[in-house]
């Protein structure tokens, strides 16, 4: 039987994990084998009694710097569990992620994910083990292990049973190039602001064209670099 998606987490806190992904219909899949999650704790490939991974930069500057020995080491034990598993640092460095790369990588064998801490990973280990770097946006969070559970979490979302109604997936934002619509549920009014009437209006028709419309709106209002893409379509 093929193993399933498989997330393999190369971290110095294996604790951080499932953490999120422990919970709701993520963690429900967890426990049902629909996608399964390693963790890999880098101080166990340390060569002191220190159990040190990281070291002052060279040149000089503020903070430490993750071994290249040390997570050569690490990331060496994770890809021969899983040789054609893609191999990502996140890294605000990174190319940021999208939900197309999402959709990719859900469709693969899994992810082996490298959480960076301190200032950053040495780069000879990056270039040697030819490591792609992801980013989940620009802001700086103090290590690697929130960024995975985010790819991660994308990624679940989306094998074959994990979320109930396909259909809920592919009405989402960025699915169609575009952010998602305006949603309303009861009551029908609620302090003295009421639901669109064309909701309530029961024509499909109506409903479909006002969420184009919504959606539409608020693409070119918020985010000009995905509107300018959509409307060239
Ligand atoms: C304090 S950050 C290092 C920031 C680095 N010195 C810089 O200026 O680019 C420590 C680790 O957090 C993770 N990290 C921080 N921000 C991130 C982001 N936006 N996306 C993905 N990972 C991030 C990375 O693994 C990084 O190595």
Known sequence: MRPPWTARVLTILPEAFPGPLGVSLIGRALEQGVWALQTIDIRDFTQDKHRSVDDTPAGGGPGMVMRADVLGAAIDEATAQSPDTPLIHLSPRGRPLTQARVRD???????????????????????????????????????????????????????????????????????????EYPHYTRPREWEGRDIPDVLLSGDHGKIAEWRREMAERITRERRPDLWGKYSKK
């Open 105 to 179: 990588l859900s469709t693969g064998p899994g992810v082996t994910l490298l959480c960076g801490r301190f200032e950053g990973v040495d780069q000879r280990v990056l270039d040697a083990r030819d490591i792609e770097e992801i980013s989940i946006g620009d802001f700086v969070l103090a290590g690697g292990e929130i960024a995975a559970c985010a790819l991660v979490e994308a990624c679940v979302r989306l094998l074959p049973g994990v979320v109930g109604d396909a259909e809920s997936l592919a009405q989402e934002s960025f699915e169609q190039g575009l952010l």
